[in-house]
Nanobody, 124 residues
Framework: QVQLVESGGGLVQAGGSLRLSCAAS????????MGWFRQAPGKEREFVAT????????VYGDSVKGRFTISRDNAKNTVYLQMNSLKYEDTAVYYCAGTRPLVTSTLLSDYPYWGQGTQVTVSS
């Protein structure tokens, strides 16, 4: 079983930056792909970024490429999302998600483990 707890959300002006953290518990964290997803009011949950088990492979959603960076520290059982040049349309609840060992995916259905979410609000 994997438990995920996000932190670092908040209110920021457009053009600003935030760094989200996701602390994970569970034996399989260091061998599992991790992802970030987000859900804005009235919209479906969408893929933001994913990172493979050793941090050497990352994939980003088109809307965040060049602005967001996903990283992980397996010694700390933590995955991060650095968000720069934030836009109003980045406003959403951001969710950390974990998949199974050696799996990396952009699909929601491949992630059985989810955090409770953290709100990010970007003011225009």
């Amino acid at each position: 079983q994997v438990q995920l707890v996000e932190s670092g959300g908040g209110l920021v002006q457009a053009g600003g930056s935030l760094r989200l953290s996701c602390a994970a518990s569970g034996r399989t964290f260091s061998s599992s792909g991790m992802g970030w997803f987000r859900q804005a009011p009235g919209k479906e949950r969408e893929f933001v970024a994913t990172i493979n088990w050793n941090g050497r492979s990352t994939v980003y959603g088109d809307s965040v490429k060049g602005r967001f960076t996903i990283s992980r520290d397996n010694a700390k059982n933590t995955v991060y999302l650095q968000m720069n040049s934030l836009k109003y349309e980045d406003t959403a609840v951001y969710y950390c998600a974990g998949t199974r060992p050696l799996v990396t995916s952009t699909l929601l259905s491949d992630y059985p483990y989810w955090g409770q979410g953290t709100q990010v609000t970007v003011s225009s």
